[in-house]
């Protein structure tokens, strides 16, 4: 099983500022890992795919890089509604697939 | 617009059994892989089981041998029969679906809400 980490597990960031989250796997994922952002009630949403594709309607502000077993999320300019919890999640080798235990984003 | 609606969810004794069914619209799930995923309260993402274009299922190790995913192509419907439940099986089960191997969760339903107790 891959197992994913995430850090940190909470990020405490201000409006307009930059915030930058972790994902590590425990082995080599290439560029199959995808970025998902979850707000309270809300099912995740699809941020981010192959690393470092926006999905669809996405802003520019969310971008993501890394290839292997060390990846980033970076959200350039923070805005309200930004303030969730992000999960990462591989999709390389599986049964099981595998996700992150995510990141708390808050003010 | 895609959508997917999770019904079935509610209150079970441990060791019960509860179906969940998942109805998609906006597209042809014939050609998509779906998953369970499910959420316990205040946890984070786990994945539970999916079902492949042809049919082939795989299950997380924590529900093998008591769930069994299936889906019904006609209905454009994905389905999640849960037996022998067990506490620890509380959570919000999400409906996804991914469009191969090497393909993220790209549309979620809003999820229904599974608790056992007695």
């Known amino acids: 099983e891959i197992v994913m980490t995430q850090s940190p597990a909470t990020l405490s960031v201000s409006p307009g500022e930059r915030a930058t989250l972790s994902c590590r796997a425990s082995q080599n994922i290439y560029s199959n890992l995808a970025w998902y952002q979850q707000k309270p009630g809300q099912a995740p949403r699809l941020l981010i795919y192959g690393s470092s594709t926006r999905a669809t309607g996405i802003p520019a502000r969310f971008s993501g890089s890394g290839f292997g077993t060390e990846f980033t999320l970076t959200i350039s300019s923070l805005q309200s509604e930004d303030f969730a919890v992000y999960y990462c999640q591989q999709y390389n080798k599986w049964p099981p697939i595998t996700f992150g235990q995510g990141t708390r984003l808050e003010v | 617009e895609v959508q997917l609606v999770e019904s079935g969810g509610g209150l079970v004794q441990p060791g019960g059994s509860l179906r969940l069914s998942c109805a998609v619209s906006?597209?042809?799930?014939?050609?998509?892989?779906l998953s369970w995923v499910r959420q316990a309260p205040g946890k984070g993402l786990e994945w539970v089981s999916l079902?492949?274009?042809?049919?082939?299922?795989y299950y997380a190790d924590s529900v093998e041998g008591r769930f069994i995913i299936s889906r019904d192509n006609s209905k454009n419907s994905l389905y999640l029969q849960m037996s022998s439940l067990r506490g620890d099986d509380t959570a919000v089960y999400y409906c996804?679906?991914?469009?191969?191997?090497?393909?993220?969760?790209?549309?979620w339903g809003q999820g229904a809400l599974v608790t056992v107790a007695s």
């Open positions: 906006g597209f042809t799930i014939s050609g998509n892989y």
């Open positions: 996804a679906t991914s469009r191969g191997y090497y393909s993220p969760f790209d549309y």
């Open positions: 079902i492949h274009i042809a049919g082939d299922t």
